[in-house]
């Protein structure tokens, strides 16, 4: 079973309906993080969380909200979508490695998202 | 503040011929770099990544990159391309935290 997962995977909505993207971890990590990728710009962070308290705004999270249930999920919410919103989301994890003594993100299979 | 630049989007090779992608950082600390793959329709794996220890980095399926911190530099190698090798690259900066900044990716073809 996959470390990182995404529900739903595909989704197709239309303008000013509210949707919620899921991501759920087995790896036990605290950070947790929200990426948006749009072609030719790499990803960018929308929302990341550092545990179950600390929730902070990336650098893209106007028109976007989360929600830190537990420390193993983490939702992305977009209030009322916009066609500028459709994009692929990308949910990520990570964790202090001591031997490197650097994090490293391990990454859901994404979610694509089409706002018509 | 903490910066990526790939200087190629695209980058066509050869079946069996050297690949090289280019990456250029910037970052007011020592910063640790990453090497992502993302296969059409996939998430992204780590490649390597380097994290102030030896300079020469290798990874998985080959590939290699050399941290060259005069010319803030983080170039991937392989020597002998695969067309499974076939995949968008991103190069990533990180300044000892946790958060991460993106290069723009770079997409490799490969031809038979």
């Known amino acids: 079973d996959a470390d990182v997962t995404q529900t739903p995977r595909n989704r197709i909505t239309k303008t000013g309906k509210r949707i919620m993207l899921e991501c759920s971890q087995t790896?036990?990590?605290?950070?947790m993080y929200w990426y948006r990728q749009d072609p030719g710009l790499g990803l960018q962070l929308i929302y990341y969380s550092f545990d179950v308290k600390d929730i902070n705004k990336g650098e893209i999270s106007d028109g976007y909200s989360v929600s830190r249930q537990a420390q193993a999920k983490f939702s992305l919410s977009l209030e009322s979508a916009i066609p500028n919103q459709t994009a692929l989301y990308f949910c990520?994890?990570?964790?202090?490695?001591?031997?490197?003594?650097?994090?490293?993100?391990?990454f859901g299979p994404g979610t694509r998202l089409t706002v018509t | 503040a903490q910066s990526v630049t790939q200087l190629d989007s695209h980058v066509s090779v050869s079946e069996g011929t050297p690949v090289l992608l280019r990456c250029n950082y910037s970052s007011s600390y020592s910063p640790s770099l990453f090497w992502y793959v993302q296969h059409p329709n996939k998430g992204l794996q780590l490649l390597l990544k380097y994290t102030s220890a030896a300079t020469l980095v290798k990874g998985i399926n080959g590939f290699e990159a050399e941290f060259k911190k005069s010319e803030t530099s983080f170039h991937l190698t392989k020597p002998s391309a695969h067309m499974s090798d076939a995949a968008e690259y991103f190069c990533v900066v990180s300044d000892g935290g946790s958060r991460l900044t993106f290069g723009e990716g770079t997409q490799l073809t490969v031809n038979p």
């Open positions: 990520a994890t990570s964790d202090f490695a001591v031997r490197t003594l650097s994090y490293e993100q391990y």
């Open positions: 790896k036990g990590h605290d950070r």
